[in-house]
């Protein structure tokens, strides 16, 4: 099939394609005259990719999730699910305290506000309740 035929298919562009090809993401893809023929087993890795890139998984990735004869290499693929679930986690976990961080600022500059407080200046301490 045709590289529209793929993209059409799996959702990803004509260019990203080639670029996963080109990457050595995609096993060597036959020409028939001038035109790539892809096959169904190709279309399955351009659907893999996507699905990986969107988990947050880089295209060195994945291209390090081959084996020598371009076959995935399931240890390695559970191996970096884990450690994307890892990063998460850690993300997961600083974005808390961001959240907490955010909800202390408003809470104060709401109970700043709520004593009138209309002369505040950008600058460390600057902002003080009425007397």
């Known amino acids: 099939m045709r590289i529209s035929e793929v993209s059409r298919l799996t ?9 996963y090809e080109a990457r050595g993401l995609l096993p060597p893809v036959p020409r028939i005259n001038r035109y790539r023929d892809y096959s169904a087993q190709d ?3 351009v659907q893999l990719i996507r699905q990986a890139l969107g988990l947050g ?9 081959q084996d020598g004869r371009g076959q995935l290499d399931w240890p390695a693929v559970l191996a970096l699910l884990e450690a994307q679930r890892a990063r998460i986690t850690g993300e997961r976990a600083r974005l808390a305290q961001v959240d907490i961080d955010l909800q202390q600022i408003s809470h104060e500059l709401r109970q700043w506000l709520d004593m009138d407080g209309t002369a505040c200046e950008l600058d460390t301490g600057a902002c003080k309740a009425p007397a």
């Open 43 to 45: 279309v399955a890795w």
């Open 57 to 65: 998984i880089s295209l060195g990735s994945i291209a390090r999730l």
């Open 11 to 19: 959702g990803a562009s004509a260019k990203a394609i080639r670029l």
